[in-house]
């Protein structure tokens, strides 16, 4: 069987330098592919004309750029598409664009186009192995990690349909909110954000790549050493007893821990970056004022903004979840504010095509003894802690 050739796509550009070094090439040799790969969007290596007929002749030979398949895009009517991303083991994961308020944002916005963003939600993983109580991701079961790759490739399939729909600002900025736990596929994730920051690749902002996690404490404290992109944690409960119960990952890394590792990534950014906390409101279970006013206490003193995000019901949901109503939000929205927590309200889009957080399901074939495999492997990784 021939041997399987290097995917050129989502490798960082030093190691796409070493790659050229060991053909015998110049670093050079890694600019001018990443420019036809990303700017010019070029997959075959025979149309990378400034490369001679000879390198392109061995380049072809050894290596490839592979990009996932991408379905039709479904389109929501507040402008939000969903994608599903087919992977190489035949499964699929959904990428979803949501552009800045575009339905009457230019008539708010007259004649202003320079700061309104494409942000694009990527997954990471096919599946979840975290489990969630509120979330439809890890109903599916897991099966497996994406590449970088597959990781990259949502994002250059993305803005090849941005520009393909005359749409010249391309994605401006990437979160890992998609499936899966980003911080569990750590170095396919890291390399994805190091050719998402490349001014060769699509030059976004280590401020506009943010990383989602329901809170792997030991990969956040691995993280800061790595990289200072923004970062998201999932806390979505005050309190121990409650968070154990939405975010089963709290049993082992529980809510002190994990404030102590926020503290730790934040030192990594400088004094003008924060971290965002998500906190999905449920209805009686999660959003009184006094959960309001716990959250206040436990975060006092940290550099963070909460992002509240009104629970988005998904067919699977077997507790019986509910969205609270408009005015119990504003008054866990205004309790924080008066206790001095920066707090936003995360507006729900794209939830009549399933594309609101929470709702991405793709295709995972879960296969359960995959899953139960995964999860011993995964207690022991977990108990090796970083020491800080
Ligand atoms: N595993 C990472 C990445 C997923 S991010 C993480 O947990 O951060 C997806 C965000 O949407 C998370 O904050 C998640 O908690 C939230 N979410 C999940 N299910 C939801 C639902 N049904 N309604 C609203 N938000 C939800």
Not at 163 to 173: F, K, L, P, Q, W
Request: charged share 25%.
């Amino acid at each position: 069987m021939a041997e399987a050739k290097t995917n050129l796509l989502g490798m960082p550009r030093a190691e796409l330098e070493s790659f050229f070094a060991g053909v015998g090439e110049k670093p050079y040799r890694a600019d001018q592919v990443m420019r036809w790969i990303y700017r010019a969007k070029v997959t075959d290596i025979d149309a990378m004309t400034n490369i001679s007929r000879s390198l392109r002749g061995h380049l072809k030979e050894i290596a490839e750029v592979r990009v996932p398949v991408f379905g039709a895009g479904r389109r929501s009517s507040d402008g939000v598409v969903k994608w599903l991303a087919h992977t190489e083991q035949g499964q699929a994961v959904e990428t979803v664009l949501i552009p800045d308020a575009s339905v009457g944002w230019e008539e708010a916005n007259p004649g202003g186009t320079t700061n309104r963003r494409n942000t694009l939600c990527i997954s990471s993983q096919v599946g979840c192995s975290l489990d969630c109580s509120f979330c439809a991701t890890g109903k599916q079961g897991f099966n497996g990690n994406l590449t970088r790759a597959e990781i990259v490739g949502q994002v250059w399939q993305a803005s090849r349909e941005l520009a393909e729909g005359g749409d010249e600002r391309g994605i401006t900025n990437v979160v890992f909110m998609g499936m899966g736990e980003p911080l569990l596929n750590f170095q396919p994730v890291l390399d994805a954000t190091d050719v998402l920051m490349d001014d060769l690749a699509f030059g976004i902002s280590k401020r506009r790549v943010t990383i989602s996690t329901a809170g792997v404490v030991p990969r956040i404290r691995d993280l800061s050493s790595h990289t200072d992109v923004s970062l998201a944690v999932s806390l979505h409960a005050p309190r121990d007893e409650l968070r154990n119960i939405l975010v089963p990952l709290n049993r082992r890394y529980p809510l002190a821990e994990l404030l102590d590792a926020c503290r730790h990534y934040l030192r990594g950014l400088g004094d003008r970056r924060s971290i965002t906390m998500e906190y999905t409101l449920i209805e009686g279970v999660n959003d009184s004022v006094a959960d309001a006013l716990d959250l206040a206490r436990l975060l006092a003193g940290l550099r963070a903004k909460v992002n509240l995000i009104p629970f988005n019901p998904f067919p699977e949901d077997r507790n019986g979840y509910r969205r609270p109503d408009p005015k119990r939000i504003a008054d866990f929205q205004s309790s924080l504010l008066n206790a001095g927590v920066a707090t936003m309200l995360r507006t729900t889009r794209g939830d009549e095509i399933g594309a609101a957080c929470g709702q991405l399901t793709g295709t995972v074939h879960d296969r359960t003894r995959r899953r139960m495999r995964y999860l011993a492997g995964e207690a022991a990784m977990l108990q090796t802690r970083t020491v800080p």
